[in-house]
């Protein structure tokens, strides 16, 4: 089955600066990456996604790029911001009729 | 759109007891996907179901956990017999028929925690 391995577990950052989060993935056929975020004792939350056919994707001072032959994927925040803190976890998977694999996610803490 | 409903929030049960986690996906969403969250770890994938049919179950232990979604009600994630080791917060999520979208977007629910006492 798939396996993501996401990287760095935690991560601090001063408000303002980038933070980058790196994943990798092992089945070849995948072609879903979504990243979701989970504040403190809540529910994961869909923030970006990209899908195989595209390289690079923006939203605001979020970005995903993906390199499918290097099968990886990585999360860019720009200007960050304290309530950008929360737990942020990648995901691959093949298309219809398979469920999300997850990496262990990253702690991010953006401090003032 | 209530979005993905998860009951109960919170519970707790002695050691040997049954645990149910009910989950109603959002309206028009016909797959559902229960995962399960140890402090301090990621989401680890447990079952995939559509109406009446198991997906895929990788992800569930052989023993002492079940899952279904019926034709009416919602989708249950049943553990008999507890034990300390599953306490955890079990989250559901649901996607629509992805006829044309061709991805899984996911939806969740706010989680069900459970404390085996």
């Known amino acids: 089955g798939e396996n993501v391995e996401q990287h760095p577990s935690t991560l601090s950052v001063q408000e303002g600066d980038s933070a980058v989060i790196k994943c990798t993935y092992s089945?070849?056929?995948?072609?879903?990456f979504p990243w979701y975020k989970q504040e403190l004792g809540k529910r994961p939350q869909l923030i970006i996604d990209i899908r195989s056919n595209v390289g690079e994707k923006k939203d605001q001072r979020i970005a995903v790029t993906l390199n499918k032959t290097a099968k990886h994927f990585s999360l860019h925040i720009t200007e960050t911001q304290p309530e950008d803190s929360a737990v942020y976890f990648c995901a691959a998977s093949r298309d219809s009729g398979y469920a999300l694999n997850f990496g262990k996610g990253t702690s991010l803490l953006v401090t003032p | 759109n209530a979005g993905v409903m998860q009951n109960p929030r919170h519970l707790v049960r002695r050691r040997g007891q049954e645990a149910r986690l009910r989950c109603s996906p959002m309206k028009g969403h016909s797959h559902v996907y229960w995962y399960r969250q140890l402090p301090e770890e990621g989401l680890k994938f447990m079952v995939y179901?559509?109406?009446?049919?198991?997906?895929?179950e990788s992800g569930m232990p052989k023993e002492r956990f079940s899952a279904e979604f019926p034709k009416e009600g919602p989708s249950i994630l049943r553990i008999q017999q507890v034990v300390r080791g599953d306490s955890a917060a079990y989250f559901c999520?649901?996607?629509?028929?992805?006829?044309?979208?061709?991805?899984?977007?996911?939806?969740f629910g706010a989680g069900s925690r459970l404390t085996v006492l």
């Open positions: 999520a649901s996607s629509p028929v992805r006829a044309f979208s061709g991805a899984n977007v996911l939806t």
């Open positions: 179901l559509q109406k009446e049919n198991i997906i895929d």
């Open positions: 089945d070849s056929a995948s072609n879903y």
